[in-house]
């Protein structure tokens, strides 16, 4: 396995997010990844899909824009906890597709 690209029913859409190895990037595998998805949520009739990424994920922000993403929003963001157990926050940028 190289990668993955998930998405889960947000109510109003679906949101999304990937991870690829850093030795595939660059490769266009998850443009591929979210052209498929994109496609497959269209047919399903799903009119919105949101992703998020680090704010100075500047490759990540690069794929989002040119599949037509806009970024709509921040938000700070916290998966991780330091050595005394205090959560680890980091920039994040919402973005959001309205499929057509």
Do not use: P, R
């Amino acid at each position: 396995m190289i990668g993955y690209i998930d998405f889960h029913n947000t109510g109003d859409g679906y949101d999304s997010g990937y991870c690829f190895h850093s030795d595939y990037h660059g490769k266009g595998y998850a443009k591929e990844s979210y052209q498929a998805l994109i496609g497959l949520l269209k047919d399903m009739g799903v009119k919105k899909l949101t992703a998020g990424t680090a704010i100075n994920n500047i490759s990540s922000i690069k794929l989002l824009q040119s599949l037509g993403f806009k970024q709509t929003g921040l938000e700070s963001v916290s998966f991780y906890k330091d050595g005394f157990g205090n959560d680890i926050y980091f920039d994040g940028g919402l973005f959001e597709l309205h499929i057509l």
